[in-house]
């Protein structure tokens, strides 16, 4: 008989902490039933039947566990002044397509999240987005497919948008591994360990075998195949199929100073490549998950960007 272990009560609780936000959970069918994109979003109507004035922030995770897992403390506060939309990103959590993993790039998943929108957001609202590490790469895709039109703002968060074959082969170096799944797929508590050392500026000093385990087959053995084929799909570094160009929104590019993933240097590059439009903000004593590591620096940071406060006529 299986034990219970941690993960499944540490997924309880985070999932509460999206309802307590105001969050439902919904899965939508797309490209007539043959994709569905499940979703925590802002409720479908308001109690006394007026329309909710707050604007649409998109949420989007990386690579790794699903997204009650990744934004677990930016709804609470975040849900207070936006409607929020959080989906699982094609082959996480609910999420599929019977189009298969080898055909579905970041720019793929960029086209699935924006036929979500426009399922739940009813037109001429426009939508902000924000993207951690490999959701950064789908939130730049998004931005770029819908315009500023239909996008008001981005946030890139610890995201290599100018990631080469060259940072591959340093993450590998730093993670002690031949392959870009083997680290980002942990299978083993050895592995769980090391990507927690990469992830975080201050891992917790002593995890105990069994939790890591725990969490490493939780979290990290559904649609495995699929997920090496997303890796491979990544169309950033290939010069054939991707080039990095200014956005004509407004930017923010959040880094963590200790990101051992994507090394904060690239944060002032990608902020560079972006153009005029983007500004950057280093969060110190933070490494590759900002979000929980200083959760309300990064709140804050999010915040402040994009609700701007207004300018004074004086």
């Given at each position: 008989?299986?034990?219970?272990g941690?993960?499944?009560?540490?997924?309880?609780y985070?999932?509460?902490?999206?309802?307590?936000?105001?969050?439902?959970?919904a899965?939508?069918?797309?490209?007539?039933?043959a994709?569905?994109?499940?979703?925590?979003r802002?409720?479908?109507?308001?109690?006394?039947?007026?329309?909710?004035a707050?604007?649409?922030?998109?949420l989007?995770?990386?690579?790794g566990?699903?997204?009650?897992?990744?934004?677990r403390?930016q709804?609470?506060?975040?849900?207070?002044?936006?409607?929020?939309?959080?989906p699982?990103?094609?082959?996480?959590?609910?999420?599929?397509?019977?189009?298969g993993?080898?055909r579905?790039?970041?720019?793929?998943?960029?086209?699935?999240?924006?036929?979500?929108?426009?399922?739940l957001?009813a037109?001429?609202?426009?939508v902000?987005v924000?993207?951690?590490?490999?959701?950064?790469?789908v939130?730049?895709?998004?931005?770029?497919?819908?315009?500023?039109?239909?996008v008001?703002?981005v946030?890139i968060?610890?995201?290599d948008?100018?990631?080469?074959d060259a940072d591959?082969?340093?993450?590998?170096?730093?993670?002690?591994?031949?392959?870009?799944?083997?680290?980002?797929?942990?299978?083993?508590p050895?592995?769980?360990?090391?990507?927690?050392?990469?992830?975080?500026?201050?891992?917790?000093?002593?995890?105990?075998?069994?939790?890591?385990?725990?969490l490493?087959?939780y979290?990290?053995?559904?649609k495995?195949?699929?997920?090496?084929?997303?890796?491979?799909?990544?169309?950033?570094?290939?010069?054939?199929?991707?080039?990095?160009?200014?956005?004509?929104?407004?930017v923010?590019?959040?880094?963590?100073?200790h990101?051992?993933?994507?090394?904060?240097?690239k944060?002032?590059q990608?902020?560079?490549?972006?153009?005029?439009?983007?500004?950057?903000?280093?969060l110190?004593?933070?490494?590759?998950m900002?979000?929980?590591?200083?959760?309300?620096?990064?709140n804050?940071?999010?915040l402040?960007?994009?609700?701007?406060?207004?300018k004074?006529?004086l």
């Amino acid at each position: 008989m299986p034990t219970l272990g941690i993960s499944p009560l540490l997924d309880a609780y985070f999932r509460r902490r999206f309802a307590a936000a105001g969050l439902v959970e919904a899965s939508v069918p797309l490209d007539g039933g043959a994709t569905t994109v499940h979703c925590w979003r802002f409720p479908p109507g308001s109690a006394d039947g007026e329309d909710d004035a707050r604007p649409v922030l998109v949420l989007l995770h990386g690579f790794g566990p699903p997204a009650t897992w990744q934004w677990r403390r930016q709804v609470g506060p975040l849900s207070r002044r936006f409607r929020l939309v959080v989906p699982d990103l094609l082959f996480f959590g609910g999420s599929s397509t019977s189009a298969g993993a080898g055909r579905v790039s970041e720019a793929r998943q960029a086209e699935a999240v924006a036929k979500l929108v426009a399922a739940l957001v009813a037109p001429p609202a426009r939508v902000s987005v924000a993207g951690t590490s490999y959701g950064g790469f789908v939130a730049y895709h998004l931005a770029r497919l819908l315009g500023p039109g239909a996008v008001d703002r981005v946030v890139i968060a610890s995201s290599d948008l100018l990631k080469a074959d060259a940072d591959d082969r340093a993450l590998l170096r730093r993670g002690g591994a031949e392959r870009v799944e083997d680290v980002m797929l942990p299978r083993s508590p050895e592995r769980m360990r090391r990507l927690m050392q990469l992830a975080y500026h201050r891992p917790r000093r002593f995890t105990p075998g069994f939790v890591l385990r725990d969490l490493a087959q939780y979290l990290y053995s559904d649609k495995v195949e699929e997920k090496k084929e997303l890796i491979k799909g990544i169309t950033l570094g290939n010069k054939d199929k991707f080039q990095l160009t200014p956005l004509p929104q407004e930017v923010l590019v959040l880094w963590g100073e200790h990101d051992q993933i994507f090394p904060v240097e690239k944060a002032f590059q990608v902020a560079r490549k972006l153009g005029a439009n983007a500004r950057l903000e280093v969060l110190k004593d933070t490494g590759h998950m900002p979000q929980e590591e200083d959760p309300k620096r990064f709140n804050e940071a999010i915040l402040n960007f994009l609700l701007p406060a207004p300018k004074s006529s004086l």
